[in-house]
C-alpha cells in the first residue's frame, strides 16, 4: 500500500519506517527542511535504539522516503497519517493548530479521495470534525480514521513492529477494510486489531494514559508515606507486586513523570472534563501529586546540605526516561530550574540528551562528558533518570571524584546499605535515608555486593 506520513516527529518516523519495514511504500514529510535533509541521508534527529538500522535499511530499499513537499506526497498515496504534535494549551486543552493545518492542506492538495488516519492524540470529536471540514464542499469524499498510538519510547521499534495491540476508530465500512490490509502484517503475528467508532478510540489513548500516570502518582504517594513511617517502599512493592491484579509494571517511585504524552494527556482529558461537566477528580490529584513529587529531590538536597546558594551539585540523567533523548515536561529540567533559581552550580550529565538540554540552559550550566566529570568537586549528585550507565557507575571512583558525599536518587538505583558502605549519605524515594554513621557498617560490609531487588520499570511506560 502507498502511505504518506504527515510529521516526521518522534511518533511519525517510528510510524513510517515500520511500515516500510513491513512492506508499504511510505513517504514521510515534514516542514521542518533541516531534518528531512538529514533523514534522507540516513541520519535520525533523535535517539531511538534501532531506529537507524530501520531507517537505512528500508531507505536503501526505495520504500521509504522524506520530503517536505506535501503535494508530491499526496500524489502518491492513498492513505495519509497524520502524526503532527498536539501541544499542551495555556488551560491544559490540546491544541490542535497543527493538525488543522494539514487536515486543510489535505482538502486543498489532495487530487483523489484518500483515507486519511488521525494518529496524533486528539480529544474526542476531532475525528468527526475533520470529516466534516474535509468534505464540506468538495467534490471529493475523503474518510477519515482515528489510530492512537501506545508505543513507548527508548522501547518504540519493538513496540511498532509488535504492538500489544492496534486501535482503530472508523466511520464507515471502507476505512476499517482499507486498515485491516494495512496492518495485516502485523495481525497476522498476532496484534488484535480492535475497532470501535471515533470517539471511542479518541477516549481510548487519554484513559490508557491517565491510567498510567494514576499509577505512577499513586506508587509515589505511597513511597512519600513509607519514607515518613520508616517502611521500604521497595519491600511494599515486593509484597503486593506479585498479585496479578496488580503486578510490577508502571509501579515504581521516582521523582515524577514526564515526557511528552502524560503529563499533558492528563490536562487534556481533565480540559475534556471540564467541557461536558464530567468530574476528573482523580486526574486533578493524579497532576498535583506529580507536579509535588518533582521538587522531592531538591527538598531532600536542601535537607543535607541547607542553603544551596554557591553549592555545586550534578545531575545525573535530564531524557524523561532512559533510552530517548527527549526531554520534553522531564522531571530533570524541572531540578535544574529549580537549583539554579536556589544559586547553585550545576554541573550535569546524560547519556543522550545534553545538547537538547544545551539549547534551553545554553552556558547557565556545566555539562560532564560522563557522569564522572559532571560530578567533580560537586557536595551532591541527583539521579534524575534510571539509565543503566549511572548505576554501573564505580562507587569508589565517584566517592573520591566528590568534594562531598551526598547522593540524592530520584529514581532508586541504588541499594542504600551499600551506598552508606561506599561513604555516602544515601536519599532515595520511598526508602530511608542512610549513612555510613547511622548504619551498622560491620553488617554492611559483610553483605553480598548485589543485592535484589523488585524488578524496576521505567516510570513512564509509554511515550
Ligand atoms: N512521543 C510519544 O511518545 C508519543 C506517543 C504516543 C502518541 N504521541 C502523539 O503523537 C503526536 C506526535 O508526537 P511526536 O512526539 O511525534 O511529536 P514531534 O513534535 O516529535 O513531531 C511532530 C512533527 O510534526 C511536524 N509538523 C508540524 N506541522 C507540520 C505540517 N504542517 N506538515 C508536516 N509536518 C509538520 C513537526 O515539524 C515535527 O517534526 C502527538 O499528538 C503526540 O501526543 C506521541
Aim: proline share 5%; glycine share 8%; net charge negative.
Amino acid at each position: 500500500m502507498n502511505i504518506a506520513v504527515l510529521g516526521s516527529g518522534y511518533i511519525g518516523l517510528v510510524t513510517g519506517t515500520s511500515f516500510a519495514e513491513v512492506g508499504h511504500n511510505v513517504v514521510c514529510v515534514d516542514v521542518d527542511q533541516r531534518r528531512i535533509a538529514q533523514l534522507q541521508q540516513g541520519r535520525l534527529p533523535v535517539f531511538e535504539p534501532g531506529l537507524t538500522d530501520l531507517l537505512r535499511a528500508n531507505l536503501g530499499s526505495g520504500r521509504l522516503t522524506f520530503t517536505t513537499d506535501l503535494e508530491q506526497a499526496l500524489s502518491l498515496c492513498s492513505v495519509v497519517f497524520i502524526v503532527v504534535g498536539t501541544p499542551q494549551r495555556d488551560d491544559g486543552s490540546a491544541n490542535l493548530d497543527f493538525v488543522w493545518t494539514v487536515v486543510d492542506q489535505i482538502r486543498e492538495m489532495a487530487r483523489d479521495e484518500k483515507l486519511v488516519v488521525i494518529k496524533s492524540t486528539v480529544p474526542v470529536g476531532t475525528n468527526r470534525e475533520a470529516q466534516e471540514r474535509l468534505n464540506t464542499g468538495c467534490d471529493m469524499q475523503h474518510r477519515v480514521a482515528s489510530n492512537p498510538e501506545f508505543l513507548r519510547e527508548g522501547l518504540a521499534v519493538d513496540d511498532a513492529l509488535g504492538p500489544d495491540r492496534i486501535v482503530i476508530g472508523v466511520g464507515d465500512p471502507k476505512s476499517q477494510q482499507t486498515l485491516e490490509e494495512l496492518y495485516a502484517p502485523f495481525t497476522q503475528r498476532g496484534a488484535p486489531l480492535l475497532s470501535m467508532e471515533w470517539e471511542s478510540a479518541e477516549v481510548t489513548k487519554y484513559v490508557a494514559d491517565c491510567l498510567l500516570a494514576t499509577k505512577i502518582s499513586y506508587v509515589n504517594e505511597m513511597a512519600n508515606f513509607c519514607e515518613a513511617v520508616g517502611a521500604d517502599i521497595n519491600s511494599v512493592r515486593r509484597g503486593i507486586g506479585h498479585d496479578p491484579r496488580i503486578g510490577f509494571h508502571c509501579f515504581a517511585p521516582g521523582a515524577g513523570y514526564g515526557g511528552p504524552c502524560f503529563p499533558k494527556d492528563i490536562r487534556a482529558m481533565r480540559a475534556m472534563g471540564r467541557s461536558v461537566g464530567a468530574s476528573m477528580r482523580i486526574l486533578q490529584a493524579v497532576d498535583e501529586v506529580n507536579e509535588a513529587q518533582k521538587s522531592r529531590v531538591l527538598e531532600k538536597l536542601a535537607d543535607q546540605l541547607g542553603s544551596l546558594a554557591g553549592v555545586r551539585i550534578a545531575v545525573w540523567g535530564l531524557a524523561f526516561k532512559p533510552d530517548t533523548d527527549d526531554i520534553r515536561e522531564s522531571p530533570g529540567l524541572d531540578l535544574l530550574q529549580q537549583l539554579l533559581e536556589a544559586g547553585a552550580i550545576v554541573q550535569v550529565h546524560d547519556p543522550q540528551a545534553m545538547d537538547n538540554v544545551r539549547h534551553f540552559f545554553g552556558d547557565d550550566i556545566c555539562y560532564g562528558a560522563d557522569p564522572y566529570e559532571a560530578a567533580e568537586a560537586t557536595e551532591a549528585v541527583a539521579i534524575m533518570t534510571e539509565w543503566p550507565a549511572f548505576q554501573a557507575v564505580d562507587l569508589g571512583r565517584l566517592r573520591d571524584t566528590m568534594a562531598g558525599n551526598v547522593i540524592v536518587d530520584g529514581r532508586n538505583l541504588f541499594d542504600p546499605a551499600q551506598m552508606a558502605a561506599s561513604g555516602f549519605r544515601y536519599c532515595s524515594i520511598g526508602r530511608r535515608s542512610v549513612a555510613r554513621s547511622l548504619v551498622d557498617v560491620d553488617a554492611i560490609e559483610a553483605m553480598p555486593t548485589t543485592v535484589p531487588t523488585v524488578p524496576t520499570t521505567p516510570t513512564a511506560p509509554t511515550a
